[in-house]
C-alpha cells in the first residue's frame, strides 16, 4: 500500500503540493478562530455540585456571582488610609461605574461589605472596591479582556493627583494577564522551537533546505489544523483552555519533525545505494510509511481516548491534538515525499557528505554490548526507570489555573497585596446555595443553616443570607480561613463545609456548595474516574495497534508495560523537580493525563520504529540478539535525532514564564528523552533479545522470508 502510495506521489508530485497550498488557504479563508476558555466551572458536567450551584446562582442572583473585578487600594506611601482617602475611594468608584463595560461588569462598584461597612483591612492601610459581572458576561471573552483595559486606563486617570494607588485583579483582569502572557509565551516559545530544529537538522545533514523544509510544511499543516479544530470546536461546542494554541505549536513542529526524519533518513539510506529519487522516495515510503502510519495512529488513538473524560477541557484538548496529528501524518505521507521528489539530491544542498555512509562506530558498539550482555542493559536501564517511578506517587495535585499567571503582572499583585492585608479567604467568599423545590425558604431556617455553616471546620465568617425574588433561594458567602485556591481549601469544601451545608438544609430544600473551591473539589473527583476510564482505554488500544502492526500478541505486553514504567519514571522526575527541588505545593492537576498520552504515544512511535528495525534484521537471518545489535545500529541514529529534537522542542515551552507550562515542558521533554534513550534504545530491544522467538508468537514476523526461486534458462 505504501509502495503504490509512493509511486503516485513522486509521479503527481507537483498536484500534491498544489492540493496541500489550496487546502491551506480555503481553510484558513472560511474556518472560525480557535477560541480557548479559562472558566474552570465549563470544564465539568452539570451534574457536579459546583456546576448547580454556579447555574442556581446565575438564575436567582443575576451580578452576584464571584467579582468580576476587585479593585485594590492603598496609599502611594504605605501608611494608613485617612478619612480624606476613604472619601477618594468612595469618588472614584463613583466615577467609574457609569463608565465600566456594560457588557461585561455590572455599572456598580461595591466599597462596603455585606454588612455595610467600608471594605477596608484591619490594619487601615487597604480598601477595596469589587464589580459584579453582567448578566450575560462569561468574563472570559475578548469583549470581557477588552473591558478589563478600559477599566485599567480610567483607574489610571481617576487616581491621578491623589495619594492613592489601585491594582486590579479577581477573574476578568487575571484572564486579561493570563491571554497576554499566553500571547508572549506562543510567540518566545514558536520563535525557540523553529531556532531549535533549525539548528538541530544543520548539525544532523548541513543541509539549507532540509533545515527550512519542516518549518515551510508544519506552517502549512498548521494553518489546516488550527482551521480544522476551530470547525470541530464549534460544531460540538468543545471548550479548550488557554495553553492550547502553545502545546499545538510543540506537538506540531516536534512531532513533525520527527516525521520527517524518518522518512529522511531512509530516504537518504537508499540514494546511497544508487537509485534515483523516484524510486528512493518509494522505497523510503515503503519502508518507513507504515512506522509513520502506525506511530500516528497511536498517537492519534492516544488522543482520541480523552473523548472518554469527564471533563470538557480533556475532551477538547484530545480531538484538537488528534486532528493536528492526523493532518501531521498525512503530510508527512504526502506532501514531504512529494517536496523531496521536486527537489531531488538539491535537497542536500551544500552539503556532499550525504553519499557516504557513516560509519555509525558509536552505535555499532552499543548495539555489540547490548546483543553480547541483553540483560545488563535491560536490568540497569529498568532500574532507572524504577527508581524514578517510586517518587510519582508524592505527585500533589493543584487546580489552580490562575498560580500560572506571572509574577510580575498586576493581577498577581493586586492579589498578594489583597492576601497580605485580608483573611485569605476573604478575596473569593464561597457561595452557599439553598433551593428550596417546596415553596419559600423559612427565615428561621436560614438563621439555623447560617449558624450551622460557621460551625463548620475551615470556616473565618458567614455573611447574613441574601434571598432570591420568589424566597425559594437563598445565598449565603462564607469566608474561609485559607485561600480559596489553596488545597487546605478544597479539603475543607470537599469535607467539613459539604458536610455542614448538606446536613443542615431545611426540609424540602437542597444545599450546594460551590465557588473556586467547590469546583476545584469537584475537579479532583472527575480526575480519579478519568484515571481509571482513559489511561486503560488509551493503553488498549493502543496494544491493539501493535499486535496488529507486529503480529503478535507478545511484544505488545512488555513494550506498554515499559511505556507504563516510562510515564511513572516521568512523573516522578517531574515531582523531585518541581515539588522536592522546585519547593512548588503542587502541579497542575491535568500534568499525568499529558504524560501518559505523550509518553505512551510517542514512547510507542520510538518502540515501533526500534522494533520494526529489529524484525526487519531478523528477516535477514540474523538470530534475536544479532538483530537488536543490527537495529540498534541502524534505528539509533534515527530515534537519537528525533529524541533530541522533540525533546528540545517540548523544553521550550519552559520558556514561556509561567509554571504550568515550565511544569508541563520539562515533564514531556524528559518524558521524551526517556522514551528515546533509555526505553527504546536500551530497555525494548534489551527484552526483546532476551525473549527471542517467543516474543513475536503467534505471527513469527521475525522469521526469515523465503527466497525466490532462480529462474531457469
Given at each position: 500500500m505504501f509502495a503504490a502510495l509512493g509511486r503516485f506521489v513522486s509521479r503527481r508530485a507537483w498536484f500534491v503540493i498544489a492540493a496541500w497550498v489550496?487546502?491551506?488557504?480555503?481553510?484558513?479563508?472560511?474556518?472560525?478562530?480557535?477560541?480557548?476558555?479559562?472558566?474552570?466551572?465549563e470544564f465539568l458536567p452539570d451534574h457536579y455540585e459546583s456546576v448547580q450551584a454556579y447555574k442556581i446562582q446565575d438564575e436567582e442572583f443575576p451580578g452576584a456571582t464571584t467579582p468580576a473585578a476587585l479593585l485594590v487600594f492603598?496609599?502611594?506611601?504605605?501608611?494608613?488610609?485617612?478619612?480624606?482617602?476613604?472619601?477618594?475611594?468612595?469618588?472614584?468608584?463613583?466615577?467609574?461605574?457609569?463608565?465600566?463595560?456594560?457588557?461585561?461588569?455590572?455599572?456598580?462598584?461595591?466599597?462596603?461589605?455585606?454588612?455595610?461597612?467600608?471594605?477596608?483591612?484591619?490594619?487601615?492601610?487597604?480598601?477595596?472596591?469589587?464589580?459584579?459581572?453582567?448578566?450575560?458576561?462569561?468574563?472570559?471573552?475578548?469583549?470581557?479582556?477588552?473591558?478589563?483595559?478600559d477599566l485599567r486606563n480610567d483607574l489610571d486617570g481617576l487616581v491621578e493627583g491623589t495619594d492613592l494607588t489601585v491594582q486590579t485583579t479577581g477573574s476578568v483582569p487575571q484572564g486579561l494577564d493570563s491571554q497576554e502572557s499566553g500571547d508572549r509565551a506562543l510567540a518566545i516559545v514558536g520563535i525557540a522551537t523553529v531556532v531549535l530544529i533549525v539548528v538541530l537538522l544543520a548539525i544532523i545533514f548541513r543541509s539549507v533546505i532540509i533545515c527550512l523544509m519542516p518549518v515551510v510544511v508544519v506552517t502549512v499543516v498548521s494553518m489546516v489544523a488550527t482551521g480544522l479544530i476551530g470547525w470541530a470546536n464549534e460544531a460540538f461546542d468543545l471548550k479548550a483552555d488557554s495553553s492550547i494554541q502553545t502545546i499545538l505549536v510543540v506537538v506540531l513542529y516536534g512531532i513533525g519533525t520527527d516525521y520527517i526524519l524518518f522518512f529522511l533518513f531512509r530516504y537518504r539510506e537508499?540514494?546511497?545505494?544508487?537509485?534515483?529519487?523516484?524510486?528512493?522516495?518509494?522505497?523510503?515510503?515503503?519502508?518507513?510509511?507504515?512506522?509513520?502510519?502506525?506511530?500516528?495512529?497511536?498517537?492519534?488513538?492516544?488522543?482520541?481516548?480523552?473523548?472518554?473524560?469527564?471533563?470538557?477541557?480533556?475532551?477538547?484538548?484530545?480531538?484538537?491534538?488528534?486532528?493536528?496529528?492526523?493532518?501531521?501524518?498525512?503530510?508527512?505521507?504526502?506532501?514531504?515525499?512529494?517536496?523531496?521528489?521536486?527537489?531531488?539530491?538539491?535537497?542536500?544542498w551544500p552539503s556532499k557528505k550525504w553519499r557516504q555512509e557513516p560509519k555509525g562506530a558509536r552505535f555499532a558498539r552499543i548495539g555489540d554490548s547490548l546483543g553480547r550482555r541483553p540483560g545488563a542493559f535491560a536490568g540497569v536501564s529498568g532500574l532507572v526507570l524504577a527508581a524514578l517511578a517510586v517518587f510519582a506517587f508524592s505527585f500533589n495535585p493543584s487546580f489552580d489555573f490562575n498560580s500560572s499567571l506571572p509574577d510580575d503582572v498586576e493581577s498577581t499583585q493586586g492579589l498578594e497585596t489583597f492576601q497580605a492585608h485580608f483573611a485569605a479567604g476573604a478575596s473569593e467568599p464561597v457561595p452557599v446555595i439553598l433551593k428550596s423545590d417546596d415553596g419559600q425558604l423559612d427565615p428561621g431556617s436560614l438563621d439555623a443553616f447560617g449558624a450551622a455553616l460557621q460551625k463548620a471546620e475551615g470556616v473565618a465568617q458567614v455573611y447574613p443570607a441574601q434571598t432570591s425574588e420568589d424566597g425559594t433561594a437563598a445565598q449565603f458567602s462564607v469566608v474561609?480561613?485559607?485561600?480559596?485556591?489553596?488545597?487546605?481549601?478544597?479539603?475543607?469544601?470537599?469535607?467539613?463545609?459539604?458536610?455542614?451545608?448538606?446536613?443542615?438544609?431545611?426540609?424540602?430544600?437542597?444545599?450546594?456548595?460551590?465557588?473556586?473551591?467547590?469546583?476545584?473539589?469537584?475537579?479532583?473527583?472527575?480526575?480519579?474516574?478519568?484515571?481509571?476510564?482513559?489511561?486503560?482505554?488509551?493503553?488498549?488500544?493502543i496494544m491493539l495497534i501493535l499486535a496488529l502492526l507486529l503480529r503478535s500478541l507478545v511484544a505488545p505486553l512488555y513494550l506498554m508495560a515499559a511505556v507504563g514504567l516510562s510515564f511513572a519514571a516521568t512523573l516522578g522526575a517531574t515531582v523531585v523537580a518541581f515539588q522536592g527541588i522546585g519547593g512548588d505545593d503542587g502541579l497542575i492537576f491535568m500534568l499525568p493525563i499529558y504524560i501518559y498520552?505523550?509518553?505512551?504515544?510517542?514512547?510507542?512511535?520510538?518502540?515501533?520504529?526500534?522494533?520494526?528495525?529489529?524484525?526487519?534484521?531478523?528477516?535477514?537471518?540474523?538470530?534475536?540478539?544479532?538483530?537488536?545489535?543490527?537495529?540498534?545500529?541502524?534505528?539509533?541514529?534515527?530515534?537519537?535525532a528525533a529524541g533530541v529534537i522533540l525533546a528540545g522542542t517540548f523544553a521550550s515551552l519552559m520558556l514561556s514564564g509561567n509554571s504550568l507550562m515550565m511544569s508541563m515542558g520539562f515533564a514531556l521533554s524528559f518524558g521524551i528523552f526517556i522514551a528515546a534513550f533509555v526505553m527504546s534504545m536500551f530497555f525494548t530491544p534489551a527484552l526483546t533479545a532476551m525473549i527471542g522467538h517467543a516474543a513475536w508468537w503467534p505471527g513469527h514476523q521475525d522469521e526469515q522470508a523465503p527466497k525466490e526461486p532462480a529462474a531457469v534458462d
Amino acid at each position: 500500500m505504501f509502495a503504490a502510495l509512493g509511486r503516485f506521489v513522486s509521479r503527481r508530485a507537483w498536484f500534491v503540493i498544489a492540493a496541500w497550498v489550496v487546502l491551506a488557504v480555503a481553510v484558513v479563508a472560511l474556518a472560525p478562530a480557535l477560541e480557548t476558555t479559562q472558566q474552570e466551572e465549563e470544564f465539568l458536567p452539570d451534574h457536579y455540585e459546583s456546576v448547580q450551584a454556579y447555574k442556581i446562582q446565575d438564575e436567582e442572583f443575576p451580578g452576584a456571582t464571584t467579582p468580576a473585578a476587585l479593585l485594590v487600594f492603598e496609599r502611594t506611601d504605605g501608611a494608613k488610609l485617612t478619612e480624606e482617602d476613604q472619601a477618594e475611594v468612595g469618588r472614584i468608584a463613583e466615577e467609574l461605574g457609569p463608565e465600566l463595560g456594560e457588557k461585561t461588569f455590572v455599572p456598580q462598584v461595591v466599597t462596603t461589605d455585606p454588612e455595610g461597612k467600608p471594605n477596608v483591612s484591619e490594619d487601615g492601610q487597604v480598601q477595596i472596591g469589587i464589580i459584579g459581572l453582567a448578566e450575560d458576561s462569561t468574563g472570559f471573552d475578548q469583549q470581557a479582556f477588552d473591558d478589563a483595559k478600559d477599566l485599567r486606563n480610567d483607574l489610571d486617570g481617576l487616581v491621578e493627583g491623589t495619594d492613592l494607588t489601585v491594582q486590579t485583579t479577581g477573574s476578568v483582569p487575571q484572564g486579561l494577564d493570563s491571554q497576554e502572557s499566553g500571547d508572549r509565551a506562543l510567540a518566545i516559545v514558536g520563535i525557540a522551537t523553529v531556532v531549535l530544529i533549525v539548528v538541530l537538522l544543520a548539525i544532523i545533514f548541513r543541509s539549507v533546505i532540509i533545515c527550512l523544509m519542516p518549518v515551510v510544511v508544519v506552517t502549512v499543516v498548521s494553518m489546516v489544523a488550527t482551521g480544522l479544530i476551530g470547525w470541530a470546536n464549534e460544531a460540538f461546542d468543545l471548550k479548550a483552555d488557554s495553553s492550547i494554541q502553545t502545546i499545538l505549536v510543540v506537538v506540531l513542529y516536534g512531532i513533525g519533525t520527527d516525521y520527517i526524519l524518518f522518512f529522511l533518513f531512509r530516504y537518504r539510506e537508499r540514494l546511497r545505494e544508487g537509485e534515483d529519487t523516484r524510486a528512493s522516495v518509494v522505497h523510503a515510503l515503503e519502508r518507513a510509511g507504515e512506522a509513520i502510519a502506525s506511530a500516528g495512529g497511536a498517537v492519534i488513538v492516544a488522543f482520541m481516548a480523552l473523548l472518554l473524560s469527564s471533563l470538557g477541557i480533556f475532551q477538547a484538548i484530545g480531538p484538537a491534538l488528534a486532528i493536528a496529528v492526523a493532518v501531521t501524518l498525512l503530510a508527512a505521507l504526502t506532501l514531504v515525499p512529494a517536496v523531496v521528489t521536486v527537489l531531488g539530491r538539491a535537497l542536500f544542498w551544500p552539503s556532499k557528505k550525504w553519499r557516504q555512509e557513516p560509519k555509525g562506530a558509536r552505535f555499532a558498539r552499543i548495539g555489540d554490548s547490548l546483543g553480547r550482555r541483553p540483560g545488563a542493559f535491560a536490568g540497569v536501564s529498568g532500574l532507572v526507570l524504577a527508581a524514578l517511578a517510586v517518587f510519582a506517587f508524592s505527585f500533589n495535585p493543584s487546580f489552580d489555573f490562575n498560580s500560572s499567571l506571572p509574577d510580575d503582572v498586576e493581577s498577581t499583585q493586586g492579589l498578594e497585596t489583597f492576601q497580605a492585608h485580608f483573611a485569605a479567604g476573604a478575596s473569593e467568599p464561597v457561595p452557599v446555595i439553598l433551593k428550596s423545590d417546596d415553596g419559600q425558604l423559612d427565615p428561621g431556617s436560614l438563621d439555623a443553616f447560617g449558624a450551622a455553616l460557621q460551625k463548620a471546620e475551615g470556616v473565618a465568617q458567614v455573611y447574613p443570607a441574601q434571598t432570591s425574588e420568589d424566597g425559594t433561594a437563598a445565598q449565603f458567602s462564607v469566608v474561609l480561613d485559607s485561600d480559596p485556591a489553596s488545597d487546605q481549601a478544597l479539603d475543607d469544601v470537599k469535607g467539613p463545609v459539604r458536610d455542614a451545608a448538606h446536613e443542615a438544609a431545611p426540609d424540602g430544600a437542597e444545599a450546594y456548595v460551590g465557588g473556586t473551591p467547590g469546583i476545584f473539589a469537584d475537579l479532583q473527583s472527575a480526575m480519579v474516574r478519568d484515571y481509571k476510564v482513559v489511561f486503560p482505554v488509551a493503553a488498549l488500544v493502543i496494544m491493539l495497534i501493535l499486535a496488529l502492526l507486529l503480529r503478535s500478541l507478545v511484544a505488545p505486553l512488555y513494550l506498554m508495560a515499559a511505556v507504563g514504567l516510562s510515564f511513572a519514571a516521568t512523573l516522578g522526575a517531574t515531582v523531585v523537580a518541581f515539588q522536592g527541588i522546585g519547593g512548588d505545593d503542587g502541579l497542575i492537576f491535568m500534568l499525568p493525563i499529558y504524560i501518559y498520552l505523550f509518553v505512551t504515544a510517542l514512547g510507542t512511535d520510538y518502540n515501533i520504529l526500534m522494533i520494526a528495525r529489529l524484525r526487519e534484521e531478523a528477516r535477514e537471518g540474523r538470530d534475536p540478539r544479532a538483530a537488536a545489535a543490527e537495529a540498534l545500529k541502524h534505528a539509533g541514529p534515527t530515534i537519537a535525532a528525533a529524541g533530541v529534537i522533540l525533546a528540545g522542542t517540548f523544553a521550550s515551552l519552559m520558556l514561556s514564564g509561567n509554571s504550568l507550562m515550565m511544569s508541563m515542558g520539562f515533564a514531556l521533554s524528559f518524558g521524551i528523552f526517556i522514551a528515546a534513550f533509555v526505553m527504546s534504545m536500551f530497555f525494548t530491544p534489551a527484552l526483546t533479545a532476551m525473549i527471542g522467538h517467543a516474543a513475536w508468537w503467534p505471527g513469527h514476523q521475525d522469521e526469515q522470508a523465503p527466497k525466490e526461486p532462480a529462474a531457469v534458462d
